[in-house]
Each structure stands twice: as structure tokens, then as C-alpha cells.
DNA sequence: TTGAAAGCGCTACCAG
DNA sequence: CTGGTAGCGCTTTCAA
């Protein structure tokens, strides 16, 4: 491993001459320069970055931090942070999740000292079961959930009236006894997407009473959910499944059993991940764009750490559409 | 930003016992190492990983460089990276790609001093215009891309055999005037497969010619050349695209021309991403587990890591098996 | 068992 | 414009 010294003392210079060089600082003669950038080029010398953030104390890194990376859900939130962050010439360091809050709390602070920011995701509804913003001393954006106490930035989706939004259609498409599948019970996303089926219901269809299935965002879950329908004999003519993942399998499940998506149950789901437009019939879902989710999130991030105090909009919250599809019209492919 | 320095003088030890005790080195009394964990403890004491790796000469952190984050593909291999990583308590760092040799290049640079190793994925076929292992000076693992000088351990597919079996299993099927689309031009995967593709048709169809439409990988490529497919009015009967992605895209569109997928002509893929199972009809591929190339290629960086070296071995290539689905059997789904 | 001190590789300050 | 030098925050000999 080549240092700075050694290209140093082959150009016969001293380090600090070799460093100024090296980082482009014009304060360098012409040849001074040539002769240090042909040492380093000869000695095949590559800085070494840990070294310099100690110094510099930036790592032109960013932390992200998610419960998991399972799904397109948490790939193009990546993808997303990485459209910003790249721009501004800083690393992605993802740090390990899988889902408990102790195991966030950890990787939280395992990355104190690597990175000059944190895009986290709580694993849960509580975001400040994580220890508040003061307690890790770094500049934080919370991705898709609001703290408490208010005082750390972050960006999420509407999804109250986002679920609002799917439930009111499901009953204009005439819907009258629809099923919801829920997400996890301690995730924040999921409760209030209940809740907006909760609320239309009520609101619309006093009569008749919500019927919940429990879920965890998983296909799995819908597979579940699809079975429990089919062989319950329930009741239903529409399904509004706490996320797109669900929604898929359900449907892939129901079709299977011979129900006809679109016509003798109305299917929708919530993300528009990508795949919501590939299957068939494609699914009705609201979007959330959740790319933007993910660079509006992290530009916010690198907003903060150029020293700009985001006042009013130290908190966002993006409002969702509603992608109608064949899943609920029942259109033709 | 507390220091170690203060948490020493908060407990009144010195900086060398307070690391020791922070660090579970037994060598200090249980009431010292009291002393200094309620110290820590008192003052939220975190670790600077960043100063800890400069004198451990060990970052506990991998790089992994990709040519792009777009699909299935990248998500489902960082996926696989990130099971077998996190086992081993590193951190994943995400490098900045986007494409050009030369900014892999960079983002290898500088990624040393920040990682104790390095996954690459090379964008084009050439990987060891990259410069070689011994200009990086550091451990690295080949992703999907075998170098020329064989001194890197790689991991990747057996896209010649894969496409091979696709072609062949067409042309059992009845398939005789097949078209190929191609990936990128420079990628090593996709003229692989395009030599497949080319030897079993000269193989098996001599008096055939090879009908071969540019592509790139992406969903628009797929696009397009059903556009090509169907104004010209081509004769063919099937199609092997080189990357699901591409053939589900194009799917979709023979699908809305109206051409009847699985029996007017049969398509299959490459991949064997999660989507392709969840289209209708179900995408007929060449399955290369994805995920577990990503954890192959990450254990076979640790065990490196590990000081163990890795002689036979040094290079995996993964037989990839044929998943036949209704794209090309027609059966309903 | 504990403390003092020498770095890890680099940047930045202060003189010259 | 260039060189010496003091750290960045931590670990790790080497003595005590």
C-alpha cells in the first residue's frame, strides 16, 4: 500500500506539498505538480479515503438504513437515494438491517465515523424508540415515517388518503363488501392505511362492517389471505390489500381459483411497484412514486449537510394518486 | 462528538484501559470496566469507526460496484450480497457506477481505505481493462465476469450452456424461425448467449439463418423490437431475448398487437427474475439464481478475507437450469 | 492490570 | 510557493 509519503519523497517534496497537489489546490507550481503526479503515477498510489475523512472529518458517505431489502418496494427507494446521492458524488453505505430495533439502533451507530448523514427507515411505528435525533448526533432524514417529536426531518407518504383514496373507488366501481388485508400490526404505513378503510367505510357503507385479514406485506400473505377467502365462503366482492406485494399473490391465487379479477372480485393494492403493471389484469394501487420517495429523501439529507436549515419544509409528505387499472374495471388486457 | 479521550477522563483511566475495556479485552477489572461503561454510557459514548478502522487496518466493510441499479437483476444480486454479509457483521458499501469503465474505475480508487474488499461487476466484457488485481491492491471478487489474466476470483453464469438449452428447448418445441435479442454489444453475458443461440441454430437449423435484433438489456429494447417484430412482418415463430426484462417487455406487446403468446410464438427469457413468474403467460427462462450468485460471489470474498486461500476454487461458474413455462408450452395459466 | 506514547494516512495550519 | 508539524479518534506495543 503506497502512501502519501512515499510519492512525497520519490518527487522530493514534502507531504504537504504532495497533498496540495494531489487535491488540486492551485497553490502548486507547474512543475512541482508534474513531478509529484508522475511519482504518483509511477507508484501506482491511490489515497487512502479512510485517512482523509478522519482528517477532514467527512467521509462523503451516506448512511441508509433499512428494515429490509426484500421486493421492489426497498430496491427503488435505493435506486432512488442513489439518483441523488450520486449526483453529488457520495457513497451509499447500506447498512445491515433485517428488522429488529435493537439491530437498527446498532447499525446506526456502527455508522458513526463512516458516513456524513443517515437516511433511516424505522422498522416500526416508533420512530423514537430508535433514541431521538439528539442522541445520534448525525444529521438524519427519516424515510416514510414522521417522529414524534418532531424534530427530525423526514419524508413519507400520505397514506391515510391513499387508502382513502382505493376505498372510495372500490365503492364506486360498486363494491359493497370489501375485504381488507392489513399490513404488519406495530407498522405505521399499515395502520393508517387501515384506518382510511376504516373511515370510507364507515362513512360510506355504515351498514356493513370492515373485515379485516392480517397481513405483513409479504406474498406470502396474500397467498394466505386468497385462501382464507376461498375456502371461508366469505362474503366479498372486492379485496384492498395493504400493498402491492399482497395484492399480487392474492390475485395470482384467486385467478387460479377460477375467480375472475376485475369482474367477480375487485382487487387493489398500494406502492405501484413496478410489477403492478406487468400481471393481468394489472392492478389497481395508488402511487407513491417511490423512487421520489427516496431522492427527495436523500437531496433533503445533502440539503442538510451543506448547512441549509430546512424550516418549513423540514418535513414532507407526499401525496399519493390513484392508478386506476383492470384489476377494478375489469377492462380487457 | 464525544471521544474515547473523554469517556477515559470521565472515568478516570487512561485512554488505553478505557479501549481495552470498550473492547471486551479481558485484561481489565470488573469494577475499571464498571467505571467506564457507566462513563460511556453517561455521556452516549459511539465509537468513531472511521479512526478505528485507520489503526485496525480493517474497515469491516465491503464495496460492491455495479454497472447500474435498474431491475430485478441488481436487487435480487445485492440482496444475495447482503444475506451473506450480514452474517458476517460487514457493511455493504455502494459504489458509484452508472456505466463508463472509467468511472468504475474511480469508484474502485476510491473506495480504498473504506473497504476491506471489493465485488465488481464489470460493464462490459473486457475486466481487466479495469487494470488488474494487483493495481487495486485489494481483495476482490469478479461478479458475473471472468478476467482474461485468470489471477481474480470471479463467479458467474454458464450463459453459452443457458442459452443453449433455451434454443434447444424452441426448437423442440416446433420453433424454427427464431429470433434473437441481443444485449449490449461490449457485454460479456450477452455475446455469451448470442453464441448459444448462433452455435445450436447452425447445429440444429443449418438451413436457417440467425435473426438477430439489437437490444440492451432494458425493458425499452424489448419494446422496441416487438415494434420491429410486427411492422415488418417478419417470419418467426419465436423469440429468445437475452434478459427477462427485455422479454417481458416484449411480451406484453406481441400480447396488445394480439399475437397469442405460447402458441403463435413462443418467447423465453434470461435470468429468471421474480417477475417472470408473476406475467401471464409465465415467462419461460434460464434460471441462474440470481441471489445466490450475489452470496456465492460475497462468501467467496470473505473466506479471501479470512486469509484462506482459495485455490481450485477460485472460480465459480454456475450451471444455470431451464425453467419451461407457458411462453412457450402454452399452456393456459 | 494499567498508563504513556507511537502511530494508522492524511490534511491543514503556521512559518519560512 | 513550500516544508514542518500537529492532530483526526482510536488501537496497541512497551514499560511500569
Redesign the pocket.
Known amino acids: ?1 503506497v ?3 512515499e510519492v512525497a519523497k520519490a518527487a ?6 504532495a ?2 497537489a ?2 488540486g489546490l ?4 507547474a ?3 508534474a513531478k509529484i503526479e508522475a511519482a504518483a503515477a509511477e507508484l501506482n ?1 491511490v ?2 479515503s479512510g ?2 475523512s ?4 467527512k467521509t462523503d458517505a451516506i448512511g441508509v438504513i433499512l428494515p429490509d431489502l426484500f421486493g421492489e418496494f426497498f430496491s427503488e427507494m435505493i435506486r432512488g437515494i442513489d439518483m441523488a446521492v450520486h449526483g453529488a458524488g457520495k457513497h451509499l453505505l447500506l447498512g445491515n438491517m433485517h428488522g429488529s430495533t435493537e439491530e437498527t439502533v446498532l447499525a446506526i451507530k456502527s455508522m458513526r ?1 463512516r458516513v456524513d448523514g443517515l437516511l433511516v427507515m424505522p422498522p416500526n411505528s416508533r420512530a423514537e424508540s430508535l433514541g431521538d435525533a439528539a442522541t445520534w448526533q448525525i444529521p438524519t432524514v427519516l424515510l416514510n415515517a414522521q417522529p414524534q417529536n418532531g424534530d427530525i426531518p423526514f419524508v413519507s407518504v400520505d397514506n391515510y388518503s391513499g387508502a382513502r383514496m382505493v376505498t372510495e373507488h372500490l365503492i364506486d366501481r360498486g363494491a359493497r363488501k370489501i375485504v381488507h388485508i392489513s399490513g404488519p400490526a406495530s407498522n405505521r404505513d399499515a395502520s393508517e392505511r387501515m384506518q382510511g378503510y376504516r373511515d370510507v367505510l364507515r362513512e360510506r357503507l355504515s351498514d356493513t362492517h370492515p373485515i379485516i385479514l392480517p397481513g405483513n406485506f409479504r406474498e406470502d400473505a396474500g397467498r394466505n389471505a386468497a385462501q382464507l377467502l376461498l375456502n371461508r365462503d366469505f362474503e366479498f366482492d372486492a379485496v384492498f390489500a395493504a400493498n402491492d406485494m399482497m395484492a399480487v399473490d392474492l390475485m395470482a391465487e384467486l385467478t387460479r381459483a377460477g375467480v375472475r379479477v376485475g369482474h367477480d372480485v375487485l382487487v387493489a393494492g398500494f406502492d405501484d411497484i413496478p410489477l403492478a403493471r406487468y400481471i393481468s389484469p394489472q392492478l389497481t394501487t395508488v402511487h407513491s412514486d417511490i423512487t421520489r420517495l427516496g431522492s427527495s429523501a436523500a437531496m433533503m439529507l445533502l440539503r442538510l449537510l451543506n448547512g441549509e436549515a430546512l424550516g418549513a419544509d423540514a418535513g414532507i409528505t407526499i401525496s399519493p394518486t390513484l392508478a386506476v387499472r383492470a384489476s377494478t374495471t375489469g377492462a380487457s388486457a
Open positions: 500500500m502512501t502519501i509519503r522530493g517534496v514534502s507531504v504537504a506539498t497533498s496540495r494531489l487535491n492551485s497553490i502548486v507550481t512543475e512541482t505538480r498510489y489515497p487512502h485517512a482523509r478522519l482528517t477532514r472529518r465515523g
